[in-house]
Each structure stands twice: as C-alpha cells, then as structure tokens.
C-alpha cells in the first residue's frame, strides 16, 4: 500500500477504474463497508484521511477528533486500499486559499441551518478530492445522508465527472449507528443513545420525539425530508456528543 503525504506524490495507475471512500480518518467498521464496496468494483481503491479544518464549526469538536494514523494505515492495509492520500492541513489549504464551493439546494437546513458553513466545507474539500484524485467513482455512507445528497448536487451542477456510489449505514448490535464520534460515549451516554435509532424505527417525526424525549434527549431536529427518497433524520446531542443518523421511511428496517 501507497501512502502519499503530498499532492506531488500521489501518482496512480490509471489501467481501469480509479475508485475514491474519502475519509476523515477513526475508521471503523463503516468505513470498512465502504472500502469493501468499493474494491469489489474498482481496479484502484484510494482512500484519503484528511480531518477537514473547513467543516468544523466549534474549535473544540476540531481539537477533539480522533486522530491515529498508524492504526488508520493498517485498518486500510486490511481492507485491500491501494493507496491513501493523508496530506497535513497546509497541503490542501495553502497561505491565500480563497475559493470555497457554497452549496445551496439541499443544503439548506438540517445539518446546513445547525452548522453553518459545514457543507462549504464538505464541498470544497470533495471537490478538491476529485480534482486531485480524478476518480471515476467516489463512496459515501448513507449515515451522512443530506452530505451524500449534498454532494450529489455538487456533481450534477458542476458537470464532474465522478458517480457518487451509496452504501447503506452500518449499525453495531444494539442498534447505534457505527460513527467515530460514539468512542466519545460513557455507558450511561451509550444506553441513552440507543433511542436515536428507536426513535427512526417508528418512522414517523412525532413519534421518533416522544421517543428520543422519554430518554431525555433534546434534538436539534427531527424532521422527514426529501433525500434520495423521503427520509427520517435525527440529530440529538448525548452528553457533549453530537449524533446524527436517519433511516427512509419506506423500505429499510434500522
């Protein structure tokens, strides 16, 4: 396996399909479900591992993200990755970077009214992803679904030439969403958290709050909306950790 620090040095072999899982690193078993994916239809697999100053809104979350690189490397040697893009902050921020990609569309509230500028951030760094890896697919995560739709409509707009690829959410045994953010959880957060994805099983908005407010949880929102099909999406803080996760109303049991 590859492992590129510098744009300079990421030089790939282009005999047949370039496949891209962007990732912020703390890979876990969702990532590996990604990167499964995607090897099974690509000739080359890159994965990157870059925590994106640029969507962060608070500091803090940005000071707090998990980050081992080591473990990452071998967690992606595992998974049969080709090569991994894991450039520091000033590779792909240099001094004067100036043009960032605003999305609007769907976007707009959710996650685009609870942390502005995220999705600015998201795509940017996406775009910059594909400008520089030029793959000819691209994985995403369904658990992060108004990002993937997001980014969707960033490849329509902008005529990319990249097909971004959906794997469905991958879920530990008492129901939780796999997210890296869950590592920052004390048992009783845990047990707490496990409405989240009792309250999408009712797939209905009003009941999914009785649920989550039962178990003492705020949500930032609750809401069905449109995403690649309507969608129940959730996001509740748990302690000092931010969760989201969403499930379709139709046609998938959490």
Not at 48 to 74: C, G, K, M, T, W
Not at 99 to 122: C, S, Y
Not at 126 to 139: G, M, Q, T
Request: aromatic share 6%; charged share 25%; proline share 6%.
């Amino acid at each position: 396996m590859i492992v590129a620090r510098s744009i300079r040095a990421l030089e790939l072999q282009r005999d047949g399909v370039v496949g891209l899982v962007p990732t912020m690193g703390a890979l876990h078993a969702g990532h590996a479900a990604l990167f499964a994916a995607a090897r099974a239809q690509c000739d080359v697999l890159v994965a990157s591992i870059f925590v994106n100053p640029a969507q962060f809104q608070e500091p803090a979350d940005l000071a707090a993200y998990p980050r081992d690189l080591e473990r990452d490397l071998a967690a992606a040697e595992r998974a049969g990755v080709d090569v991994v893009f894991a450039p520091p902050a000033e590779e792909l921020y240099p001094a004067g970077f100036a043009t960032w990609v605003v999305p609007e569309g769907v976007a707009v509230g959710l996650e685009g009214e609870h942390r502005p500028g995220h999705f600015r951030g998201v795509a940017t760094i996406c775009v910059k992803l594909f400008n520089i890896v030029r793959p000819r697919r691209a994985w995403f995560g369904r658990k992060d679904a108004q990002q993937v739709a997001v980014l969707k409509q960033v490849v329509r707009d902008l005529n990319l030439d990249v097909e971004i690829r959906v794997v469905e959410t991958v879920r530990d045994a008492d129901g939780l969403a796999v997210s890296s953010r869950n590592a920052r959880l004390s048992p009783d957060e845990r047990a707490s958290a496990r409405a989240i994805p009792r309250a999408l099983a009712a797939r209905d908005p009003e009941v999914a709050r009785r649920v989550l407010a039962d178990a003492g949880l705020e949500p930032d929102y609750v809401a069905v909306v449109d995403l690649d099909g309507p969608t129940l999406a959730v996001a509740a803080r748990v302690g000092n950790t931010r969760l989201i996760d969403n499930v379709r109303v139709e046609g998938e049991t959490p």
